[in-house]
């Protein structure tokens, strides 16, 4: 007898979110194949409210930074409880949603994604205490050179880029795998029906039907682009091409 695919799925990707905002989740995080995959039980989402576990009535999580200074801190002791509070020892990282972490990219993602989940610290005020971020080992990503009131629009951003690539999420495959980032490059322009439109026509190779001129089209385009936009990206897509040749 066959097994059942149902019984051969892994376990769902858990992705556990603390912040001062729960009512904040799961806001894009329902919508489209990211709320139906969660429906589907493809993966889950906890959220933990950080000042359930402020040591006073008043519900206190920050106090001004030492040194002095503007702004305030989160206190490392609520922070501490709460990030405590969850299970942290099944391999999952702990992440630091900050601008001063290192850039969240496809690869990490990929990465990610692959793994059981992950958790997710939203950062507020001028940061948390660092002598959390060093004991709990957490590992500080930025979405991007820009800073945010706080981390939950951040760890929206993180949760979505991974769960659309888990198993079953999206519908084809092969979507994932010509996306920018993928292969080094962003991605080629794309076009569909109708055939002209405000004077504009659909590029004539992409109806020819010559999957090989197709590809060759797509992959100079990627090229193009990539190195007017991000010369960042095409210096090191040259240079991995360089290392392969080797």
Request: charged fraction near 30%; proline fraction near 7%.
């Amino acid at each position: 007898m066959s097994e059942n695919p149902k019984d051969m799925r892994r376990e769902p990707w858990r992705a556990s979110v603390l912040t001062l905002f729960p009512d904040a989740f799961p806001g894009v995080l329902e919508a489209s194949i990211i709320g139906g995959a969660e429906k589907s039980g493809i993966w889950q989402l906890e959220t933990v409210d950080i000042r359930d576990f402020s040591v006073n009535r008043h519900r206190t999580v920050d106090s001004p930074p030492a040194g002095g200074g503007p702004g305030m801190v989160l206190k490392p002791d609520v922070a501490a409880k709460a990030i405590d509070s969850v299970v942290t020892d099944t391999g999952r990282p702990l992440i630091y949603l900050t601008p001063r972490g290192k850039p969240l990219t496809q690869q990490r993602v990929r990465e990610l994604a692959s793994g059981e989940g992950l958790i997710a610290f939203c950062g507020r005020f001028e940061g948390l205490d660092e002598r959390v971020i060093e004991g709990r080992q957490m590992e500080e990503v930025s979405i991007g050179d820009f800073v945010l009131a706080g981390g939950e629009v951040a760890a929206q951003v993180m949760i979505e880029a991974c769960v659309r690539l888990l198993p079953g999420v999206l519908g084809d495959a092969q979507s994932a795998s010509e996306e920018s980032f993928e292969d080094g490059l962003l991605e080629y322009p794309l076009y569909t029906k109708p055939r002209e439109f405000e004077g504009r026509a659909i590029p004539e190779v992409l109806l020819s039907g010559d999957h090989k001129k197709i590809e060759q089209w797509r992959r100079q385009q990627s090229e193009d682009i990539t190195k007017a936009r991000r010369p960042d990206m095409w210096t090191a897509y040259k240079n991995g091409d360089d290392h392969e040749c080797d």
